[in-house]
């Protein structure tokens, strides 16, 4: 196995145990370096699933936060 390889291979092993956070942002990072792969989103995708009331609160409370961070820049 290539070294380039070897960290998607672990962030794909280790996504059961993350929580929504640790999911949103090793996609984000993954994705920001243009890395596609397809092991690895496959795996966020699986554990995403089974945290996905996790993900809707995270995704409320950034939503909040950006309103409020709007409201302060009025």
Request: net charge positive; aromatic share 8%; charged share 20%.
């Given at each position: ?6 960290i ?29 792969d397809?092991?690895l ?6 554990a ?8 809707d609160?995270l ?13 302060e820049?009025?």
């Open positions: 196995m290539r070294c380039d390889n070897l998607p291979w672990r962030a794909a092993a280790a996504a059961r145990g993350f929580n929504a956070q640790n999911l949103a942002n090793t996609a984000w990072a993954f994705a920001t370096l243009g890395q596609s397809e092991k989103f496959a795996a966020l995708a699986r995403a699933e089974l945290r996905m009331s996790e993900l609160a995704s409320k409370l950034e939503a909040k936060v950006d309103s409020l961070m709007a409201q820049t009025k």
